[in-house]
């Protein structure tokens, strides 16, 4: 990460001004990534970049999104990691560049009575928006009364009683039962912050354009789902701490509007960078593309430095639902295809490179991630047809494998995109090596939730899915969120194990504990379980201009790089 530049010449040409990236690729709520495919028409105009062009007092940046922007920006209604509302609505956590949760209007915490309670200390110096202060009472509200109202939003608070407003800016929040991840929670977009008397004000008008109102470091001034523009708040100066350490204190500076419209087809997507309409692109540079900006000297292309975003197959463990129950029933033969399927080569073929490898069930950035490499899935033929063998598989490389009587045989259901699509392609022919046979069959998106959840299938391939915490495993794996969640294994169906492990993890009291019994359920289910078969952590490359300085591809929160320009 390059320390800031003191001297004000920092742009090279216009009166541009950089700006961070999200990480991590954008998804819809299906787990489907947008506007990250591989096809594209668009010509790379050999006059390069040209300015967007500056007002003098702090000029313009324009950045081309590859979805469209939120209809309304109510995180009751919807939450969204798109790439403007963090810089608008603020958090009492927040994440910092490697996704841990750090301090942000919430200065400090503790929990307390173990784990009964959770004690917020608040800064004293927010003000939203349209000017309304921001303390405990309002903290108060926001976890009792604004979160719980909303469809996305209760979970977060589902275990909070109340909350005593102990001074003007400390606030106790007293749980019924203990959750160490609401933390976690109030730094995702679904735990933002919004003005209060901006809620009660606009009422279901609220969230539409030019009605979103919180304390980050812009103001939205209108939006659509094609463009939103913002406008510097003036008033703010309390960034983020570990943002502000990072920079030495010079992240106050800039620019005056932000210009963000979106493109979902990519060449026009593209076409709008190359030909100078737009000074960057957010998570929206085709994984066709990245090599060549990456080597042109007219732009500068970065990925984010951690991402929770993830592909994986999921397997029903139902014999009695599964398309194919020799799968839902043969451990060894989840194995063999755990150690069978080439990660590497999929990144390097599908994506040119951009993300990593998955060994196992987790994101690297959850603690959970780390365990003994024993458990951990990579490619391994040799491993791959001894695991097979030794139970009672005969394994007919180029052929179908058998046992008792029953083939290798399955079918993957997977949406149908151009990406999911080459992937299926390319694992199904790796699988050839170990003699297990895997049709693919394509859908869209909501037959695909309908089968998925219903149990109708025997493996299913997400498309780009979204999860940083461990829990993850309680929802895919748990009887108990059996209803809740349509990718789930029904593992318990085989190994009630599963159930009771990842149960014991969700009900622990404190970060440290869930975190141990979290890692216990994550190996033991990969190696007694093997509910789903890990394949890669994608990111989201960003793309800008050489003329933009200080732009870093960030995790989610998206926080505003400091800049300078002699044209200020």
Known sequence: MAHVM???????????????????????????????DTETDAETDSSGQTSSGGSGDGGTVQIGVPEEIPPIMDTRVAADDGAHNYRVISTLTTFDLEGAVQPHLATDWSFENDGAELVLELRDDVIFHDGSEFNAEHVKWHLTDFLPNGGGTSYIVSGVDDVVVEDTYRA??????????????????????HSREAVEEYGDEYGQSGKVVSAGPFKEIEHDSDHAVLERYEEWDWPKPWQEELYDGDVEVRPKRLEYQSYPETATRTSAFEAGDIDGMIAGVPYSKFPDYEESDQYNTDTPPVSTEQVFIMLNLNPETSTAP?????????????????????????????????????????????????????????????????????????????????????????????LSRRRATLIKEQLKDIGVEMNVSTTDTSTFKEDVGSGNFAAGMSTFYDWGNADQLWWTTSESAEDSYYLNSNAWQQYPQATELTDQAQAATTLEERTQRYKEAHEYLLENVVPMVYLMYPKGADAWGSHVHNWEPHYKGAAMWPVESDEW
């Open 6 to 36: 003191r001297r004000r010449k920092l742009i090279t040409s216009g009166a541009l001004l950089g700006v961070a990236g999200l990480a991590g690729c954008s998804s819809n709520e299906d787990g489907a990534q947008t506007g990250l």
């Open 172 to 193: 106790r929040v007293q749980f019924s039962s203990p959750d160490p991840y609401i933390l976690w929670d109030l730094a995702s977009a679904w735990g933002q912050i």
């Open 326 to 418: 020799v799968l839902a029933e043969d451990l060894s033969l989840r194995k063999g295809i755990s150690y069978g399927i080439n990660r590497q080569e999929i990144v390097d073929v599908v994506f040119n490179g951009v993300g990593d490898p998955a060994p196992n069930y987790l994101v690297p950035s959850v603690e959970a991630h780390d365990i003994p490499e024993e458990f951990n899935y990579t490619y391994d033929l040799e491993q791959a047809r001894a695991v097979m063998s030794e139970n009672g598989w005969t394994v007919n490389p180029g052929g179908v494998s058998t046992k008792d009587g029953r083939e290798a045989s399955f079918t993957l259901l997977t949406q149908n995109t151009e």
